[in-house]
Nanobody, 123 residues
Framework: VQLQASGGGLVQTGGSLRLSCAAS????????MGWFRQAPGKEREFVAA????????DYAESVNGRFTISRDNTKNTVYLQMNSLKPEDTAVYYC?????????????????WGQGTQVTVSS
């Protein structure tokens, strides 16, 4: 599967963005999906994950209550709605796919990765 992330940009503190990740192929609902981010000089970190059906989700503590992950299997797309953005959310955001179901927060278990989209939150 190929993943194409979009929707990043520059936003002020407290603002919102919605990231999208479009997947190629016919079996999008066979993949568990996740969002990760990497800030300059820092390691990549887990942001959110969603199961194949969308029935289960999980979030990093730092974004819980502000970010929402969702998916539309008819459009082969996963979303990350980001509200109440903070400067510390500034990073390149990556979507990723894994072939097994369930919620996984470690990037090592994701086989496919998108190219990343930059999110910058100004103070």
């Amino acid at each position: 599967v190929q993943l194409q992330a979009s929707g990043g940009g520059l936003v002020q503190t407290g603002g919102s963005l919605r990231l999208s990740c479009a997947a190629s192929g016919r079996t999008f609902n066979a993949y568990g999906m996740g969002w990760f981010r990497q800030a300059p000089g820092k390691e990549r970190e887990f942001v959110a994950a969603i199961s194949r059906s969308g029935g289960s989700t999980d979030y990093a503590e730092s974004v819980n209550g502000r970010f929402t992950i969702s998916r539309d299997n008819t459009k082969n797309t996963v979303y990350l709605q980001m509200n109440s953005l903070k400067p510390e959310d500034t990073a390149v955001y990556y979507c990723a796919a894994r072939t097994m179901d369930g919620i996984v927060t470690s990037g090592r278990w994701y086989k496919y990765w998108g190219q990343g989209t930059q999110v910058t939150v100004s103070s």
